[in-house]
Nanobody, 119 residues
């Protein structure tokens, strides 16, 4: 069983920065990929960024160049550094782990943390 505990998030003005962190307990294939999804009101949940155990990263087009995902395999943590935030980045952000997000959805999810970007 894998458990995820998110921290960070909050309210920030457009153009500002926030950092989200996620501590993952558990190991195995279901932690091969770690990442973040988000869901805005009235919209579907979407993948924001992911990183594999080997360090391969993937980003949504809308966040490329602004967000950076990193992973500490020794500490079993994943961090999302969000810069140049926009109002449209407002959403609940979920930490997630799985085998590989490109081929199947995550196996485990965090409870979510709210990110609100004001204009």
């Amino acid at each position: 069983q894998v458990q995820l505990q998110e921290s960070g998030g909050g309210l920030v003005q457009a153009g500002g920065s926030l950092t989200l962190s996620c501590a993952v307990s558990g190991s195995g294939r279901s932690t091969n990929t770690m990442g973040w999804y988000r869901q805005a009101p009235g919209k579907q949940r979407e993948m924001v960024a992911s990183v594999t155990r080997g360090g391969a990263t993937d980003y949504a087009e809308s966040v490329k160049g602004r967000f950076n995902i990193s992973r500490d395999n020794a500490k079993n943590t994943v961090t999302l550094q969000m810069n140049s935030l926009r109002v449209e980045d407002t959403a609940v952000y979920y930490c997630a782990t799985g085998v590989w997000f490109k081929i199947e959805p995550p196996d485990y999810w965090g409870q979510g943390t709210q990110v609100t970007v004001s204009s």
